[in-house]
C-alpha cells in the first residue's frame, strides 16, 4: 500500500490563481482529512468527509473547496489564492481514531 | 470551546537522556489523545495513544502519561537518540465532532 499519496510537493502561486491540491489513499478508508499547518503552528481542519459524496467544514474552510466521488480521493481546490493561503497542506485519511498524514503540499501564494 | 496547548515550544536534551513533553488539554469529554511525531518536511507520524480510562500507556521507547485531574498529558522518550529530533504535537479526538484537535507543538533537539 502507498498509503496517503499527496500532489504536488511544492506549488508557488500568484494572487488570485487557482489550483487544485490532489489526494489519494489506498487504504479503502471512509473518512478523509485536509488540514493546513502554518510555521511554528499545529494542524487546523479545512474540510473532512465521512465518505464518497460527503464533506463538510473544518475550522478555516473559507477560501477552499472540497470533492469526494471516490473513496479513494479527496481533491482540494482553492478559487482565487491569496497570501494568506501561504501554508503546508496535509491531507489524511483514518481507520478508527487513527490517522494517516500524507508528505504534504508546500505552497506559497505571491 | 475544545483546545489543546502545551507548555513548551522547545526542548533540547542529551543524546541518550530521558525527555518530557507535555501538553495540557481543555475539553474534559475528550476520550481518546494521541502524540504525533512531525520530522521536517514530512506528515506527522503516529507514536502513541491512551484512551481516558487508562493513566499509562507505553511503547517501545515511549511512555504516554494522562492526568485527567489536571486535564495533562506527557510524553516520555527513553535513551533519546538523534534520530528522536522532531516537533512533537500532542492531539484531543473529539468523538462528537469526528475530528482532531492538534496542539502548538514542542521542537525536541537532541543534542550529541
Not at chain 1, 482553492?78 to 508546500?106: D, H, I, M, W
Not at chain 2, 518536511?41 to 517501545?60: E, T
Not at chain 2, 534520530?83 to 514542542?106: H, I, M, N, P
Request: aromatic fraction near 10%; charge should be positive; charged fraction near 15%.
Amino acid at each position: 500500500n502507498a498509503g496517503v499519496t499527496q500532489t504536488p510537493k511544492f506549488r508557488i502561486l500568484k494572487i488570485g490563481q487557482s489550483m487544485t491540491l490532489q489526494c489519494a489513499q489506498d487504504m479503502n478508508h471512509n473518512y478523509m482529512y485536509w488540514y493546513r499547518q502554518d510555521p511554528g503552528m499545529g494542524l487546523k481542519l479545512i474540510y473532512y468527509s465521512v465518505g464518497a459524496g460527503i464533506t463538510d467544514k473544518g475550522e478555516v474552510p473559507n477560501g477552499y473547496n472540497v470533492s469526494r466521488s471516490t473513496t479513494e480521493d479527496f481533491p482540494l481546490r482553492l478559487e482565487l489564492a491569496a497570501p494568506s493561503q501561504t501554508s503546508v497542506y496535509f491531507c489524511a485519511s483514518r481507520t478508527n481514531e487513527k490517522l494517516f498524514f500524507g508528505s504534504g503540499t508546500q505552497l506559497s501564494v505571491l | 470551546g475544545e483546545s489543546v496547548g502545551l507548555h513548551l515550544p522547545t526542548l533540547s536534551v542529551q543524546e541518550g537522556d530521558n525527555s518530557i513533553i507535555n501538553c495540557a488539554y481543555s475539553n474534559s469529554a475528550s476520550d481518546y489523545f494521541i502524540w504525533y511525531k512531525q520530522e521536517s518536511g514530512k506528515g506527522p507520524q503516529f507514536i502513541i495513544d491512551i484512551r481516558s480510562n487508562m493513566d499509562k500507556r507505553q511503547g517501545q521507547r515511549v511512555t504516554v502519561l494522562l492526568n485527567k485531574t489536571v486535564k495533562h498529558l506527557s510524553l516520555q522518550i527513553a535513551a533519546t537518540q538523534p534520530g528522536d529530533s522532531a516537533v512533537y504535537f500532542c492531539a484531543e479526538w473529539s468523538t462528537r465532532a469526528q475530528k482532531l484537535v492538534f496542539g502548538q507543538g514542542t521542537r525536541l533537539t537532541i543534542n550529541p
